[in-house]
């Protein structure tokens, strides 16, 4: 039987945050508001937990959710690098709507699905889910929605959804909009927009001038302009790797492609 906290009252808040840590800590789902829209989470590291969450939304392993984190230090442990432009970005839109495709750290002992050796992070701008992930921990969350279905905007409408797959629900009241995070790919030598979100390009770009964007047809596509500033970027970081003696066996530069689909 869920149980569902009203976080506007004190009380009910702290109960809540209570109840939430320790369903997560058991392995079970939680709903939770954030600065987009409301999410359905589990602990990152615990495998069944992510399985029970991708089977409560109707998905699949080749969508793996994204990682919320409470700080920028727990971000930073998910991943071998933040590379040339993530502290910046980390900088500049954290806590925010902004969801970045790092390298996953290759010491980390879990299993968020098909992620090709990726992960998506992100740390959102709402004290309800601040509060948790710090008490929590990492989370693997994905909007509060069954597949295909619109994303909850209030605690009702994901409970309406979801049902008793939640242990816990924690009422934040409505979100202000029902736009998901931009997503930004930075595993590759030019950052590449996975997914247009509440960040527009034009904010992206006062920190990272030169951006890959997906044309109609879904595939990235540089102007004339960008591809030049791409080219030098990417001669300089091979001509820094040789005299570094750091060059790549192979082609790893870019790697496989992070998938469009870590987040609804």
């Not at 699905?113 to 989370?139: E, F, I, N, S, Y």
């Not at 890959?212 to 004339?224: K, T």
Request: charged share 20%.
């Amino acid at each position: 039987m869920s149980a569902r906290y009203d976080c506007a009252d004190t009380r009910q808040r702290e109960e809540g945050l209570v109840a939430a840590t320790a369903a997560v800590q058991a392995g079970q789902l939680v709903v939770l508001p954030t600065d987009t829209v409301y999410g359905v989470g589990a602990d990152a590291f615990t495998p069944a937990a992510v399985t029970a969450l991708l089977a409560a939304k109707g998905r699949g392993r080749n969508m793996p959710p994204p990682v919320l984190v409470g700080s920028v230090r727990a971000a930073a442990a998910l991943t071998e690098s933040l590379g040339a432009f993530g502290q910046d970005l980390i900088d500049e839109f954290w806590p925010g709507p902004l969801t970045l495709v790092f390298r996953a750290s290759s010491t980390l002992l879990w299993d968020l699905g098909d992620t090709m050796g990726t992960v998506a992070v992100r740390m959102p701008l709402h004290p309800v889910a601040l509060d948790l992930l710090r008490r929590t921990g990492p989370m693997a969350v994905s909007s509060a929605n069954r597949h295909s279905l619109p994303a909850a905007t209030t605690a009702a409408e994901a409970q309406a959804q979801l049902g008793d797959a939640i242990s816990v629900y924690l009422d934040g009241g409505p979100c202000a909009d029902n736009v998901p995070s931009t997503i930004l790919d930075l595993t590759g030598t030019v950052p590449r927009v996975l997914r247009a979100g509440a960040l527009s390009v034009d904010a992206l770009r006062k920190v990272v001038p030169v951006i890959d964007l997906p044309d109609a047809s879904g595939e990235p596509e540089l102007s004339p302009a960008d591809r030049r500033a791409a080219e030098a970027i990417a001669a300089a970081s091979a001509a820094s790797a040789v005299e570094q003696g750091t060059a790549p066996a192979g082609d790893e530069a870019g790697g496989p492609p992070a998938s469009a689909d870590r987040g609804d």
